[in-house]
């Protein structure tokens, strides 16, 4: 073979467009580039309403605000009750015979939607010590509640389709509808913290009637799911009770239920135990993780945990291929992107939220420590979603919880926001090594 010739095959442009890169990596590559962009568009809106209604409000009204909707944000994930998490892991399993699960989900469903929004309800009216403005607030974002379902279950459907563009597409309502009221709110001086917690109230609201459709083709087994071929026999007649269901998922619900409460106590006990400003200082620190953490949790929670659930069952040893070169890269990036944060936020918090919020600095410069940890942890933790090890998951999670809220509750009155931002720290740790000691102890049959 001639120098020109050979040349000419190996330029970067011939190697591109041969076969050489396989064919499921460039499947795989442009499905997780199409999420993240999505994601990246989803934490950009989500950041700068926070931005918006943070300069609009002040530290004070914008805390109310943020530690109401803290409050809605934990108790959402008891609507559903981890039902879409164990979707997956059903039709992973179970290919089209997952599909007798359908009608029983759906009065488990509204039975834990309606458990969900009366809690809501229930605090509100008699919390202690909950003000006007907070009870207001509250009972006006209750029926963000159905939103957050609604986003929950048509993106685990989507999911299950391998229908990514629709997903992509599908995370960005939320964001967007609050970006709109976040901007209206910035534009109109006599909208209040009220007038905003309605606007957040009828996005929920449209983003469940705009799920409506898929949900009801799902109810009717019209789902194109993707990695089991073609649908071979009709559904199984008859279908599981609701206490079959509540056996198989409860282990996922409660873990939603807990991952809201781990993350987002601490801005609820600043206000119960300091003051509004705090919680709103704080609250801007955690939105600010929150645009951070949406990239592991893109690649696992949108693009991979299907294909795990898949492969847990029928192909281990790629499961575990997967798993080992993700804890690597998630580890790298992680490093990166916390020592960049650390590096950055002096200079940019008080020009993105004004001299009044240059008290996020010190959080965030403690908070850059989780960076590492949460994102090895996201990958770690990926193996238990699957098979039989969500129970252990749980335990582990429930342990890192109660750390949190024992931490914020011994921190919080001596050091603030940063005794809060300690405590988070402390308790990610601790999740990262309940993790890696539930893994190791996963034996590994047919792994390489």
């Known amino acids: 073979m001639r120098y020109a010739d050979a040349k000419r095959m190996l330029s970067p442009s011939r190697m591109l467009s041969s076969n050489m890169i396989p064919q499921g990596w460039r499947r795989a590559a442009a499905a997780i580039s199409l999420l993240w962009f999505a994601t990246a568009g989803s934490a950009a809106m989500a950041f700068l309403a926070q931005t918006l209604l943070a300069r609009r409000f002040g530290p004070s009204d914008y805390g109310l605000f943020a530690s109401s909707l803290a409050t809605v944000t934990m108790v959402a994930p008891l609507a559903g009750f981890g039902l879409s998490q164990f979707r997956l892991k059903a039709y992973g399993a179970e290919g089209w015979g997952a599909d007798r699960w359908l009608r029983p989900s759906l009065r488990f469903t509204i039975a834990t939607s309606l458990l969900a929004m009366g809690s809501v309800v229930a605090w509100a009216w008699l919390g202690e010590p909950v003000d006007h403005e907070t009870r207001r607030t509250l009972l006006l974002l209750s029926p963000v509640i159905v939103g957050v379902l609604a986003v929950d279950l048509v993106g685990s459907k ?123 200082r704080y609250g801007i620190a955690l939105a600010v993780m929150t645009a951070i953490y949406l990239l592991p949790a893109t690649i696992y929670q949108k693009f991979l945990l299907s294909k795990l659930h898949r492969w847990a069952v029928h192909d281990k040893p790629k499961f575990w291929r997967v798993h080992r070169q993700g804890n690597l890269a998630m580890l790298l990036s992680g490093l990166a992107i916390g020592a960049t944060l650390a590096a950055s936020a002096p200079w940019w918090v008080p020009v993105v939220f004004g001299e009044q919020y240059r008290g996020v600095i010190a959080i965030l410069m403690v908070l850059a420590l989780c960076v590492p940890i949460r994102f090895l942890s996201t990958a770690v933790g990926s193996a238990l979603l699957t098979e039989g090890h969500m129970r252990y998951r749980v335990r582990a999670m429930a342990l890192a919880t109660l750390v949190a809220v024992l931490l914020n509750a011994l921190l919080i009155p001596a050091f603030e926001e940063i005794g809060a931002a300690a405590a988070t720290v402390v308790a990610e740790a601790l999740l990262l090594l309940a993790m890696y000691r539930g893994v190791r102890r996963i034996e590994r049959p047919g792994g390489d």
């Not at 709109?180 to 209040?192: G, Q, R, S």
């Not at 007038?195 to 799902?218: I, N, W």
């Open 158 to 280: 989507l999911r299950l389709e391998e229908r990514y563009r629709a997903l992509a597409a599908w995370q960005l309502a939320v964001p967007g509808g609050r970006l709109l009221v976040a901007i209206v709110a910035f534009l109109i001086p006599y909208w209040t913290v009220g007038s905003v917690a309605t606007g957040y109230c009828a996005v929920g609201l449209a983003v469940a009637l705009l799920a409506m459709p898929q949900l009801a083709a799902m109810l009717r087994g019209e789902m194109k799911l993707q990695g089991h071929g073609p649908r071979t026999a009709p559904a199984a007649p008859g279908s599981p009770s609701a206490a079959q269901l509540w056996s198989q998922a409860w282990a996922y619900g409660l873990a939603a239920v807990l991952y809201p409460v781990f993350f987002q106590i601490s801005t609820v006990m600043l206000k119960y135990f300091h003051d509004n400003a705090q919680a709103g």
